[in-house]
């Protein structure tokens, strides 16, 4: 156990996620309608401003970086200005930079330069009105590229200046695929189980799936399915179910006990179990309906009272001892 204290990302010579980073439109997975979408823009060698939206590690940075490359070959980069909104603190930097990007003609025939802005939802309401007018002051030499986890979160005389593209959490097939497709060019013995193991951590998200192969490879080139549960620090569904059943059969301070284990084991937080616990609990086949209802509420409202502050032991206990009664 404690294995993430053992390893340290930056001793690793290169981060899979950017190793493995596909490069063309044609590489990523999954997204159909937007990769059928972008496709036609590297055909025509021309896009209007864009818009993408969606959660983490479901390649909305790999997509715009794809395009770029896809329209401008190799020399991509001459043509491309990178900028992550969330360091961008003043939005004068993100002035000053694109001003003295655009100043400068396309390199080679392209049509014009792309401004790739990260992360666009971590601006202000007023950085982003600012910025706006930015995206019109060079709309004749240069396209924006946004990327944000909400699209709700930018304003509306933005959204209606760009095409946008709604990124989905990947299927677990496709996460699936790619994990193997990585473990194989890296000479990692992945066990079916752990493949299973990974899909089910990484909730759609393949930067995550991604940096749990490494991790765990970091340790074991063997990977199996504990290593998976214990680098991630995930508990794993059997384990979580038999904490159910203590509540069920053996009683409060038995279940209890038995909590207490799996944080030690896993190295859990409250709120991480409480989460962990929420996923399971649609898995388990002796809990009714009602019953699942009921728990999924109740968990909801200790998980509020933790992150507000309210002391961890206490509120466990009152998760325990509600689960006990319920069942
Ligand atoms: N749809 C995808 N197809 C293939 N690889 C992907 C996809 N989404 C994410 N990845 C992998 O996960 C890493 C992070 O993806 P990224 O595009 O940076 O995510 P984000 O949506 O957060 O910008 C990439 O380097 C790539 O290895
Ligand atoms: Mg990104």
Redesign the pocket.
């Known amino acids: 156990m404690g294995y993430r204290l053992e390893v340290d990302m930056s001793e690793m010579d290169e981060l899979?996620?950017?190793?493995?980073?596909?490069r063309s439109v044609g590489?990523?997975?999954?997204?159909p309608s937007v990769v059928s979408r972008l496709h036609a823009y590297a055909k025509n060698g021309t896009f209007p401003h864009l818009m993408?939206a969606?959660?983490?590690?479901?390649?909305?940075?790999?997509?715009?970086?794809a395009l770029t490359r896809d329209i401008y070959g190799e020399e991509f980069r001459e043509n491309l200005l990178e900028m992550n909104a969330s360091d961008e603190r003043k939005l004068e930097s993100i002035r000053s930079k694109v001003k003295n990007f655009a100043r400068t003609a396309p390199y080679g025939n392209a049509p014009f330069k792309i401004i790739f802005l990260?992360e666009a939802d971590a601006l202000t309401n007023d950085a982003q009105g600012a910025l706006r007018r930015i995206m019109e002051q060079h709309a004749a030499t240069c396209r924006f590229i946004l990327?944000c986890n909400y699209s709700s979160k930018i304003i509306e005389p933005i959204q209606s200046r760009c095409a946008v593209f709604r990124?989905r959490p990947?299927a677990n097939n496709?996460v699936e695929e790619?994990i193997k497709n990585i473990a194989k060019k890296e000479n990692v013995t992945l066990d079916e189980d752990a493949c299973q193991a990974i899909v089910r951590v990484s909730l759609g998200?393949?930067?995550k799936?991604?940096t749990a192969l490494q991790v765990a490879a970091a340790v074991n080139n063997n990977i199996t399915r504990d290593l998976i549960y214990e680098t991630t620090a995930t508990a794993p569904p059997e384990v979580l179910h038999q904490y159910i059943m203590a509540c069920k059969e053996d009683g409060f301070h038995a279940a209890r006990r038995r909590l207490k284990e799996i944080l030690n084991n896993f190295g859990l937080a409250g709120t991480d179990f409480i989460n962990q616990l929420h996923r399971a609990l649609y898995d388990i086949d002796f809990l009714s309906e009602p019953a699942k209802l009921e728990l999924t509420r109740m968990m909801a409202e200790i998980d509020f009272r933790l992150v507000e502050g309210g002391g961890e032991q206490l509120q466990l206990d009152s998760l325990t001892a509600n689960i006990s009664s319920i069942l």
Not at 16 to 22: F, I, Q, T, Y
Not at 27 to 31: A, E, F, K, N, T
Request: charge should be neutral; charged fraction near 20%; avoid cysteine.
């Open positions: 899979w996620v950017e190793k493995h980073r596909p590489d990523i997975q999954g997204q993408l969606g959660p983490p590690g479901t390649g909305k940075t790999t997509a715009a970086m990260d990327s990124f990947l496709q790619q998200d393949l930067r799936a991604i």
